[in-house]
């Protein structure tokens, strides 16, 4: 039983290696993940500058004067994390105009999965503190540390425990893009057959074909 169920996931790894196998050269990958993570910055960066912008609003609003110490130090707290999530996702950006031409996509690379990591975790932290700091003003205290371990919680769930439990999914015997490459395949071995089986009529030696 142990050596069967060895061979098997043996065949499903290597099936899975040639469903999602590309006709790419490595630099044309490098290439692709550099775009995909960029994709991923954006996202982030948009979601942090929303948050980012509305607490630096905050000081200007007249009740702010009305927060307690623990409140404001809080919203410090919150300040410092997004200006710092700010410049890790712009990390990228000053990383690839050093390193530009210079042939090391793949510390660039490297470098952009490192930001997007670390821009995540901070947008968890800004996404928490947030609005625990409103649940605060609105509601009160023990509301405020609810709602920031829900959030905390959720997270943790979302950020993690969601793409590992998505990692452990098989994939399917099949995917779109194998089955086209089938039909082609095949399509292309029946052109050939009826090829080799169909008589050919040359004509009377000398005269033009038709």
Sequence with gaps: MPSGTTERATERKSQRHLLYHR?????????????????ELRILQTGLQLIAGFLMTLPFQARFTTLD?????????????AAVALLVVLTPLS??????????????????????????????????????????????????????GVLCLLCIMMFLAVPAAISRFPEPTKLPETEV????????????????????DH???GSPAE
Excluded: C
């Design 23 to 39: 006709r790419e050269t490595y630099a044309e990958k490098l290439d692709r993940n550099w775009a995909e993570i960029l994709q």
């Design 69 to 81: 110490e623990y409140a404001r130090t809080l919203y410090l707290v919150l300040v410092v994390i």
């Design 95 to 148: 990383v690839h105009r050093w390193l530009f031409r210079k042939q090391v996509k793949d510390r660039l690379v490297a470098s952009g999965a490192w930001a997007a990591k670390v821009a995540l975790g901070l947008a968890a932290l800004l996404i928490m503190g947030t609005s625990s700091l409103i649940f605060d003003v609105v509601l009160g205290r023990w509301q405020s540390l609810v709602a920031g």
């Design 181 to 200: 490459a089938d039909r082609e395949r095949d399509a292309e071995q029946g052109h050939g057959t009826r090829e080799a089986h169909e008589p050919h």
């Design 203 to 205: 004509g009377a030696e």
